[in-house]
């Protein structure tokens, strides 16, 4: 799939250093993290700070790229002069099994084959150009 | 007996496909037409709110537009599409304490240019994209109607929400709509026509899906007791309530079950001394059909999961129990965000409704915004709190 280019922002990077070796990172609050190390406190990877206490100073961390579908939506693109319509571009919010929900985008899964709670793990996606990026397939 | 606060005016632009006319001279337009309503002059406005679309004009520089001189009262607001309920609410507060004693609230937007279709009017498009938010759009979270398509397949899956349901709030609408001279689409659709209507993000077909307008709306709110001196029936702030749940984005998330609406709704009821078996009739938010099915669940006009029976029941239509979105809403009648229902509350509850007269006792409008994430209420009547 062509998604166009993937360029760094300053603010996300420690996420395309990971998926640059197939790994998924998110952020974690490290004083959450320390006073109550069996709640390790992950967040999005876009958080600017930790709802809970405020800091603004996060951690990447390593997750361990296993999800769950949480819901998902089929984008059906539109027939291409040449009469041929793209296949449908099935995009969803999955759970991470450390429990931050990302935007998604499945591959090697049918529309039928979607329900709630469906298995899934990240696979990584190195283009020629620009930033690598995760898709979700069935575990 | 203790004063309340009442809408003496309303202001409308032609709204739609309109050109050639500037958000903020649009909105300026609404004011006047809105304070003319009401008997007044434009003189004696000593507040205005102004909100926008995603424009992000019109400002504040309205009043200098209207050459209003004096108000003691004004600020641009935005609460996304609860603005005009959170508007109407500021306004009553406003004038009950002291603060102001006419206040207009306008919307205005014009994002439809000429040659150009609704859905483009917010497509996002690019090459390259940066950081992990640009990622997420690349990989196609490009337009809120993919948000709201999440939201509605979730409520689908954990309760058996179905399209067919869905369609039968586009039918009931467009039925409204097809009584209302103002509504853009006028010509009735069938449970067929929506089921066989384009994909726009499944499960979300294009007959689930709001129009897009140009235009503005205006209200004037003043003392229930001045109001009763002026030139058109007041209608009668009961009672407003906002919501805002933040849903976080992690495990234990109700996104797409339920809303602000949940929070809003019993606030704004319990200001007004009703219960949702008091209101005769709703006018709620429909960007989407989904968005009317999930807020009349938090609203209690019916269990949670039962938005879709509900709604197929008829209950919804010209003869059903519970009229709503009696001038075709956003879905059929025109998108002015959240004065889209203010507006068509105000027209029932001064029994103007014409073909399309629904009982407007006591009239519940909904605003709702982001992605299902800002909600506002307000209770309606035409009646006198109290009396």
Not at chain 1, 32 to 40: E, H, K, L, N, Y
Not at chain 2, 13 to 26: K, M
Not at chain 2, 81 to 100: E, I, Q, R
Not at chain 2, 343 to 372: C, T
Request: with cysteine; aromatic share 6%; net charge negative.
């Amino acid at each position: 799939m062509d998604i166009g280019i993937l360029r760094r922002d300053g603010r996300t990077d420690g996420f395309f250093d990971a998926a640059a070796r197939d790994r998924l990172a998110v952020r974690r609050c490290p004083s959450c993290t320390a006073a109550a190390p069996d709640a390790a406190a992950f967040l999005p990877p876009d958080a600017t700070s930790c709802p809970d206490c405020g800091t603004e100073d996060l951690d990447w961390a390593d997750v361990s790229g296993e999800a769950t579908l949480v819901t998902w939506t089929i984008l059906h693109g539109r027939p291409a002069e040449d009469g041929t319509t793209p296949p449908p571009a099935l995009i969803a919010l999955v759970e991470l099994a450390e429990g931050p929900w990302l935007y998604a985008r499945l591959d090697d899964l049918a529309p039928s084959d979607l329900r709630e709670g469906l298995a899934l793990r990240a696979r990584f996606v190195h283009p020629p150009e620009g930033e690598a990026y995760p898709l979700f397939i069935p575990a | 007996m203790r004063d309340g606060a009442a809408i003496a005016g309303l202001g409308m632009t032609e709204l739609g496909r309109v050109y050639g006319r500037s958000p903020r001279r649009l909105a300026a337009d609404a004011v006047r037409a809105a304070v003319a309503d009401a008997g007044l002059g434009l003189g004696e406005l000593d507040g205005l709110l102004v909100s926008h679309g995603l424009g992000g004009s019109p400002g504040i520089e309205v009043a200098d537009t209207l050459g209003l001189r004096d108000l003691r009262l004004l600020t641009q607001m935005n609460s996304f599409g609860a603005t005009a309920g959170a508007m109407l609410s500021y306004a009553a507060m406003s004038v009950l304490s002291g603060a102001a004693t006419t206040v207009a609230c306008v919307f205005a937007d014009a994002p439809l240019k000429p040659k150009q279709s609704a859905g483009s009017a917010y497509h996002r498009d690019a090459a390259e994209w940066y950081g992990f938010g640009g990622m997420t759009a690349a990989l196609g979270l490009r337009s809120v109607n993919a948000f709201y398509a999440l939201a509605a397949q979730r409520h689908m899956a954990r309760y058996g929400t179905t399209s067919e349901q869905l369609g039968a709030i586009a039918v009931s609408t467009r039925d409204w709509a097809s009584r209302n001279p103002l509504a853009q689409m006028r010509d009735p659709i069938t449970l067929q026509d929506h089921q066989d209507s384009r994909w726009v993000a499944e499960p979300l077909h294009l007959l689930d899906c709001c129009l897009v307008s140009n235009g503005a709306i205006a209200v004037v709110v003043t003392s229930a007791d001045r109001a009763a001196d002026l030139a058109r029936p007041p209608v009668h702030l009961w009672g407003w309530g906002q919501g805002h749940p933040g849903h976080r984005k992690e495990r234990g998330s109700a996104f797409g079950l339920t809303t602000g609406a949940a929070t809003s709704g019993p606030i704004a009821m319990k200001m007004a001394g009703i219960t949702p078996a008091d209101v005769t009739q709703a006018q709620l938010y429909d960007c989407y059909t989904y968005t009317v099915l999930v807020s009349l669940e938090d609203y209690g006009f019916c269990g949670k999961g039962e938005g879709g029976a509900f709604a197929a029941s008829g209950a919804l239509g010209p003869d059903g129990a519970l009229p709503t979105n009696t001038g075709g809403g956003q879905l059929s009648g025109y998108y002015m965000w959240g004065m889209t229902p203010v507006s068509e509350a105000v027209i029932q509850a001064r029994g103007d409704g014409g073909d399309r007269q629904a009982p407007s006792d006591m009239i519940l409008v909904s605003g709702n915004g982001g992605i299902l994430d800002h909600h506002a209420t307000l209770v309606l009547s035409p009646h006198r709190k109290g009396a």
